[in-house]
């Protein structure tokens, strides 16, 4: 009998068989869901990791889903840079555009600097402040 199942603890193989689901209706619609990860590190002496940027390209856009820097690296310009390797990668891939989301106790304004335009808000996520979907056009 088909029903709904919460899975308390999921597993890669759980998410990646709703993603094929999906996958294959964008197929059978004409758009292919073929996603390239980027991801960048940032290492400190020790080899350790001291942020970075998570990414995926697809549909010829990228999508910044993470980007971290540690405290005492930032306002050396490591976010600038990370933010250029992966629109770089993502341009050599042929993409129009970035994309990401953002809080307003986060970095709103350090995209904006980088040429990232809010195309959506959204109150009250979480509670007392906006997420904010930005967008950047690559020429």
Same mark, same amino acid.
């Given at each position: 009998?088909?029903?709904?199942?919460?899975?308390?603890?999921?597993?890669?193989?759980?998410?990646?068989?709703?993603?094929?689901? +999906?996958?294959? *209706?964008? &197929? =059978? !619609?004409?758009?292919?869901?073929?996603?390239? %990860?980027? /991801?960048? #590190?940032?290492?400190?002496?020790?080899?350790?990791?001291?942020?970075?940027?998570?990414?995926?390209?697809?549909?010829?856009?990228?999508?910044?889903?993470?980007?971290?820097?540690?405290?005492?690296?930032?306002?050396?310009?490591?976010?600038?840079?990370? +933010?250029?390797? *992966?629109? &770089? =990668? !993502?341009?050599?891939?042929?993409?129009?555009? %970035?994309? /990401?989301? #953002?809080?307003?106790?986060?970095?709103?304004?350090?995209?904006?600097?980088?040429?990232?335009?809010?195309?959506?808000?959204?109150?009250?996520?979480?509670?007392?402040?906006?997420?904010?979907?930005?967008?950047?056009?690559?020429?």
């Amino acid at each position: 009998m088909t029903h709904i199942e919460r899975i308390a603890a999921p597993e890669a193989a759980d998410e990646a068989a709703i993603m094929a689901v +999906l996958a294959d *209706a964008n &197929a =059978a !619609a004409g758009w292919p869901h073929v996603r390239e %990860a980027v /991801l960048l #590190t940032i290492r400190d002496a020790e080899g350790g990791v001291a942020g970075g940027l998570i990414g995926r390209i697809s549909w010829r856009w990228l999508y910044v889903m993470t980007l971290a820097v540690a405290p005492a690296l930032r306002g050396q310009g490591w976010g600038q840079r990370l +933010l250029q390797q *992966a629109e &770089a =990668a !993502a341009r050599g891939q042929g993409c129009i555009g %970035a994309r /990401l989301d #953002t809080y307003s106790f986060q970095a709103r304004g350090f995209y904006e600097k980088q040429g990232y335009r809010v195309t959506g808000t959204l109150e009250d996520c979480p509670p007392g402040h906006a997420r904010y979907s930005m967008a950047k056009r690559f020429h």
